[in-house]
């Protein structure tokens, strides 16, 4: 194992851990989590599913979903999103476990402060995750397959994905709770904010980024 590709897997599983803090505030604040988060959370408030091991039944979902719409070109080794999917429900289930020892607070615009905080959490994971190029977590693996199979561009349907989990757990929480449960201004805040702090985070510091990955050199190699 070169030490590029160690690398790589430090920043991939760094990268997932800073999300799950960043889920477990959005959690914390009670403004409702983030899109990707909305199902779980919804599992959780409905049917009392720890959220770590709702996140592991929704990505095992999510595969499934793979292979039934890919069937025989679906490639074995996207399996391995279960087991990374594994990974992340244990990183929430831990992130949750350090967020209860803060206090609840009451006060709307320090769980707003709390709600923005999250996305900055949410968004530093992803600037480590996704370049890293291990493994995608299943959400972005389902989206990723839709795309391929509808032509449609992943930018396209990473919207409608993002949109329509807001919506199924918007109406399954008035359904079966009366509430809106897991959807909340939190919810807007990090479908609007999350992206952009991503691409600010990028501007500044994917250089040193993609050295640590090995990317910049290679990148250099090429242009000599």
Known sequence: MNSYFKNRLVAYFLGLFIMTIGISLSVKSNLGVSPVSSIPYTITLI?????GKATILFHIVLVALQILILRRNFKIKSLL???IGIVFGYFTTFCNYLVEFMPDVDNIAIRIVMALISTVFIAVGIFFYMPADIMPLAGEGIMQTVSNVSHIEFSKIKVTFDVSMV???LI??????????????GTIIAALLTGVEVGFITKLFADRRDIFLGKKEVKEEAAA
């Open 81 to 83: 999103q279960i087991a």
């Open 47 to 51: 049917w009392g599913i720890e959220m």
């Open 172 to 185: 399954t929480c008035l359904c079966l709770i009366g509430s809106i449960g897991s959807v909340g201004i």
């Open 167 to 169: 919506l199924i757990s």
